[in-house]
């Protein structure tokens, strides 16, 4: 986790280092747990929304449809 250098020791300051520190000293803080549940929480909320956002362009794509059946029926 120290990069080499002539005199003394550097810490490092890459992410994948500073998560290994944040897991050996704050493995026992309570609020640990919180960020993954809310980083899980958006995770669903955005693919719920990215399904919903499916179904309306599909709602509207058959209303399109449906109204361009209706227009020709009424022409006839």
Do not use: C, N
């Not at 003394?8 to 960020?35: E, G, M, T």
């Not at 399904?51 to 309306?56: G, I, L, R």
């Amino acid at each position: 986790m120290y990069q080499p250098s002539g005199a003394w020791l550097r810490p490092s300051f890459k992410p994948q280092s500073i998560l290994v520190w944040k897991a050996f000293f704050a493995r026992s803080a309570p609020y640990q747990d919180f960020h993954t549940e809310v980083s899980e929480l958006l995770v669903y909320v955005k693919d719920k929304h990215d399904m919903t956002a499916e179904e309306v362009d599909r709602q509207q794509a058959e209303l399109t449809m449906l109204t361009a059946e209706l227009e020709a029926l009424e022409k006839e």
